[in-house]
């Protein structure tokens, strides 16, 4: 349905910036704009934005690009949403959608879902492990929802493709022993993805795709990707050369997960 080398607008035919492609998407090397930055200064922020808001916000306002295509890494959010708006219009199905059919349920990852808007809809999920920031006023932990300077976790909670993925540590390590296997993607595809992508000028980032690499000589080679929303911390860490990952999730913005995965990892490469 498409190729690393399509441009977005072949998906996104009015789509302002040009000469983007779905690789340079993948690598954060697209030089997109914040959509953060220019929903918070531009949104109605009474209302949930979605990610064709942003290609239309894009398209009013038409911030100035980082840089051109493939000249620099720099993590894009914006990148990853355009992504989950060309899944749709290549497969037909809603984010959500595919990921269920294609990813989730072949893997047996049954407590794995897109959940998005659930302050706008009346899903109701058991033992959801909401996220908590702690409030020195009040000196506790609290729901980021009612404090002003987290007010974006509502008004883009609509937006899929950099976040919004709700899992299990069990879940995601299913995920981890199907990419091992290669039963989720063919093991070409997954070597393509755990290259350093090229810039123009000829020069590694230290990224590939969708997690940041750690591949030289004398080191443990690994794939590895952290995140964070208030209230949440997560750390993943594949061991490549060995059937071994790291899952950390953290609801109480636990912000050492990567100094955590690093101290488990050295057990575990000292033991080996």
Same mark, same amino acid.
């Given at each position: 349905q498409l190729e690393l080398s399509d441009s977005i607008q072949r998906f996104i035919p009015d789509?302002?910036?040009?000469?983007?492609?779905?690789?340079?998407?993948? *690598?954060?090397?697209?030089?997109l704009p /914040?959509?953060?930055?220019? @929903?918070?200064?531009?949104?109605?922020?009474?209302?949930?934005? #979605?990610?064709?808001?942003?290609?239309?916000?894009?398209?009013?306002?038409?911030?100035?690009?980082?840089?051109?295509?493939?000249?620099?890494f720099r993590y894009s959010n914006s990148g990853y949403a355009m992504l989950s708006l060309i899944i749709e219009k290549a497969s037909g199905m809603s984010y959500r959608e595919f990921l269920d059919k294609n990813i989730f349920k072949p893997l047996g990852m049954s407590h794995s879902r897109v959940y998005n808007t659930r302050r706008s809809i009346s899903e109701h999920i058991d033992n959801y492990a909401y996220g908590y920031v702690y409030s020195d006023s009040l000196q506790r932990y609290i729901l980021p929802d009612s404090l002003p300077d987290y007010n974006y976790v509502i008004?883009?909670?609509?937006? *899929?493709?950099?976040?919004?993925?709700? /899992?299990?540590?069990?879940? @995601?390590?299913?995920?981890?022993?199907?990419?091992?296997?290669? #039963?989720?993607?063919?093991?070409?595809?997954?070597?393509?993805?755990?290259?350093?992508?090229?810039?123009?000028?000829?020069?590694?980032?230290?990224?590939?795709?969708?997690?940041?690499?750690?591949?030289?000589?004398?080191?443990?080679?690994?794939?590895?990707?952290?995140?964070?929303?208030?209230?949440?911390?997560?750390?993943?860490l594949h061991f490549l050369d060995h059937d071994a990952a790291i899952i950390i999730l953290s609801n109480t913005e636990y912000d050492n997960v990567s100094k955590l995965a690093n101290r488990i990892g050295l057990i575990l490469t000292t033991n080996k």
């Open positions: 789509f302002p910036y040009h000469n983007i492609t779905i690789e340079e998407l993948l *690598t954060h090397t697209s030089g /914040s959509y953060e930055q220019l @929903l918070s200064e531009k949104w109605d922020q009474k209302k949930f934005a #979605t990610n064709h808001d942003i290609v239309e916000s894009f398209k009013t306002y038409n911030p100035s690009v980082y840089f051109a295509p493939n000249e620099k008004y883009m909670d609509a937006i *899929t493709g950099d976040g919004c993925v709700n /899992s299990t540590t069990v879940d @995601l390590a299913r995920w981890h022993e199907a990419l091992r296997k290669n #039963t989720l993607v063919k093991k070409e595809t997954l070597e393509k993805a755990y290259k350093k992508h090229i810039l123009n000028n000829g020069t590694e980032s230290k990224y590939g795709f969708g997690e940041f690499m750690q591949i030289e000589p004398g080191n443990e080679h690994i794939a590895y990707h952290s995140g964070g929303w208030p209230g949440y911390h997560t750390f993943i």
